[in-house]
């Protein structure tokens, strides 16, 4: 495996302050690596991602376009036969994650494959699980699409695992729902999310905004939560596949940076952001991606921002 390290030359675009002041920083590295690896229905062309499972669940696991043998190892769990280029992997029945590598040869520091293993949905009752409150989601689907159904599984946030990894730019705990409450908390998340999050971020990158990931204002959000604050009762958020985001660097306060370099912090930066995301709508690599993309100003509890989802079809506000 070969990490791919992003230095871009951006041609016929003006430089934002992002980047006149982020010169020094150490070149972009996006976690590229140069073979698909393909988890059940998921993949992944990163150094490490995230999965997520029930306990026992079965998944077939492939390495795609990669000519050299291929090794498997799991720590934490049974390991599996090595030289194969596809297996078939259960999943623990303990919760928590399980880390697969995947090594294409010995001089190869491999990839992971980041398991975690979920807290069955049946185990919720009356809204609460194991003293967390999620709340109900809603009874039926909205305009009768499946990806309204409600989660099989939660993931557990602790406070040993709120800074762990799930994939190169982005942790764990930049997810969970922001109401209160002790540890174990939990969440939901998909692959798909993270995926879209990392290539946006190469996007910025290659356009010449220094960031090694987004701050995420919002990312899963309970259907307890989600009421509380009066917001719509589809939201995305509380199927694990939207984040509200924002460029944070320059300086580090908790609010959007001038991205479009007329000195002011405002909804133009939004759409600055925007633009670059939509900007890739048609491209084929992007197709995965296609969802919701939202823009939104400013008002006395935050800065600007821009909503991004992986629905599967595409929605504008």
């Known amino acids: ?174 997810f969970l729902s922001k109401q209160g409450g002790k540890y174990p908390k939990y969440l939901v998340l998909q692959t798909r999310l993270l995926r879209k999050l990392e290539y946006v971020t190469d996007l910025v990158n290659a356009h010449g905004i220094r960031t090694d990931g987004f701050h995420i204002m919002s990312g899963f959000r309970t259907p307890y939560y989600n009421a509380a604050i009066k917001n719509k009762l589809y939201s995305r958020h509380q199927w694990g596949g939207a984040a509200d985001i924002f460029i944070d660097e320059n300086p580090k306060d908790n609010n959007m940076d001038d991205l479009n370099g007329d000195g002011k912090i405002n909804f133009e930066d939004s759409k600055y952001l925007a633009n670059l995301i939509d900007s890739r709508f048609s491209a084929a690599d992007y197709q995965l991606f296609i969802g919701g993309l939202g823009l939104y100003k400013a008002n006395s509890a935050h800065g600007p921002f821009v909503h991004i989802d992986v629905r599967g079809t595409k929605a504008r506000w």
């Open 1 to 174: 495996m070969f990490r791919i390290v992003c230095v871009f030359l951006l041609l016929g675009l003006s430089t934002s302050p992002a980047t006149a002041e982020n010169v020094a920083l150490p070149a972009y590295q996006s976690g590229g690596i140069s073979y698909t690896i393909k988890v059940g229905a998921l993949q992944s062309q990163r150094d490490l991602m995230s999965f997520f499972v029930l306990p026992a669940q079965k998944l077939a696991i492939t390495v795609e376009k990669q000519k050299s043998p291929i090794t498997f190892t799991v720590t934490g769990h049974k390991t599996t036969p090595a030289k194969v280029s596809s297996f078939e992997y259960i999943a623990p029945t303990k919760t928590g994650h399980y880390d697969l590598i995947i090594k294409p040869s010995t001089e190869d520091p491999g990839s992971t494959v980041r398991i975690f293993v979920m807290r069955p949905a049946t185990e919720v009752k009356k809204g609460v699980l194991n003293g967390y409150r999620i709340g109900q989601y809603p009874k039926e689907r909205y305009k009768g699409q499946a990806i309204y159904d409600p989660p099989t599984g939660f993931i557990e946030v602790t406070d040993k695992n709120f800074n762990l990894p799930v994939s190169p730019h982005y942790k764990l705990g930049q």
